[in-house]
């Protein structure tokens, strides 16, 4: 972990669709100075309104996480999340033209190559970090996640599917030396074919295509290249968990334990969180943590 903050050496751009929507979506990743933190800004709307990018703004988490502010949303936007806390980018303004961000291959890869394209800065400002001092956890039926104090961020998610291409996976990284990178980011979303066709008929996935997603029928998996990592769907999952918890607005250390959760109990977790001051501190990042 970097002792002060990064932003984008320059801006740069891409263009996709939105998976629900459907609608192409121009969308641009400027610098932004210290302190700004992560915001979206609604190019196409009159005003251009902003949006930061912090779990208080959360308004829909059912298919993906969604923030909003006075009657503006901006959605899907956890796998550029994930690709700017994977690499420690703390200011940066989001504009987009539409409100879903492109969904892109279905992973953080493609984000991920673009700030690397534009470049990394580093700020004068420094950086602070939420440290865990004591375990924080949410549970909801069989479902549960939890943040427990460690020396660095670390995060375990198993999930259970009663499916004979995935059923029970775990997986464990410590994000350090660039693993977000080399071993999570190109995780893709992942969906079952039953539940793409149910969704399209009720006007969702509307972008969605074997380009995008790891389409899974009863018993094959129907993307011809197969899967990128054989526990794909898992650090996916880890995936989608770094971009939620990237909400809180600071970076942490601790770790992070989920068992089968999703958006809406990983935005429950962060509510919970800020409200057990006694569980945690602040303080600036230890600069000897890669």
Not at 90 to 95: G, K, P, Q, S
Request: charged share 20%; glycine share 8%; aromatic share 6%.
């Amino acid at each position: 972990m970097y002792a002060h903050q990064q932003t984008l050496a320059r801006p740069v751009q891409c263009v996709g669709v939105g998976l629900h929507s459907g609608k192409e979506v121009n969308l641009t990743i400027k610098p932004a100075p210290v302190n700004h933190g992560i915001k979206f800004v609604r190019s196409d709307l009159p005003h251009r309104p902003v949006i930061s990018a912090h779990f208080r703004n959360v308004v829909d988490t059912s298919l993906a996480t969604t923030l909003g502010t006075d009657g503006v949303i901006v959605s899907t936007i956890e796998h550029l999340m994930a690709a700017l806390s994977g690499l420690q980018i703390d200011n940066a303004l989001i504009e987009m033209d539409a409100y879903e961000a492109p969904i892109m291959d279905g992973s953080a890869g493609p984000f991920t190559s673009m700030i690397r394209e534009a470049g990394i800065r580093i700020q004068s400002g420094k950086r602070y970090t939420f440290v865990v001092k004591k375990p924080i956890e949410m549970a909801e039926e069989d479902r549960k996640v939890g943040l427990y104090p460690s020396d660095t961020l670390r995060i375990s998610c198993t999930i259970d599917f009663e499916h004979p291409l995935i059923r029970h996976q775990s997986y464990t990284i410590s994000l350090i030396d660039g693993l977000f990178e080399k071993e999570i980011s190109r995780a893709r979303t992942f969906g079952f074919l039953h539940q793409v066709n149910y969704l399209k008929r009720n006007g969702f996935a509307r972008g969605g295509s074997l380009e995008n997603a790891v389409v899974i029928d009863q018993d094959k998996i129907l993307n011809r290249e197969g899967l990128r990592y054989e526990d794909e769907f898992v650090r996916h999952k880890v995936l989608d968990c770094i971009g939620d918890l990237s909400l809180l607005g600071m970076p942490f250390i601790g770790h992070i334990v989920a068992h089968k959760s999703g958006h809406a109990l990983n935005h429950a977790l962060l509510k919970k969180f800020i409200d057990q001051k006694a569980c945690w501190e602040t303080m600036p990042a230890p600069a000897l943590l890669p």
